[in-house]
């Protein structure tokens, strides 16, 4: 190989390890939780504390109903809850 081509492989690792490196270094998971459960505060209109404990009551109730799922899915459920409630 030319040095021209060593020089391009060389960048080319560079950027692909820096993307990926990157990428796993956001928790992606809890910004979508944050903001999962953001939203659930906001539709119980509620003082924050208030409200995360109604939150953290109502996943303790769908765990016990809904086992093993994530986070996330408990929280989409009670905002999913609410809004078809209403």
């Known amino acids: 190989m030319d040095l021209a ?9 560079f950027i692909a390890g820096y993307f990926l490196r990157s990428k796993g270094s956001r928790p992606v998971h809890r910004i979508k939780r944050g903001s999962l459960r953001a939203k659930a505060k906001s539709q119980l209109k509620l003082p924050p504390d208030q409200a995360d404990q109604a939150i953290n009551r109502q996943i303790d109730r769908l765990k016990e109903k809904y086992p093993n799922r994530s986070e996330d899915w408990y929280l989409e459920k009670i905002i999913y809850d609410f809004e078809r409630d209403r």
């Open 5 to 13: 081509t060593v020089i391009v492989v060389v960048i080319i690792a």
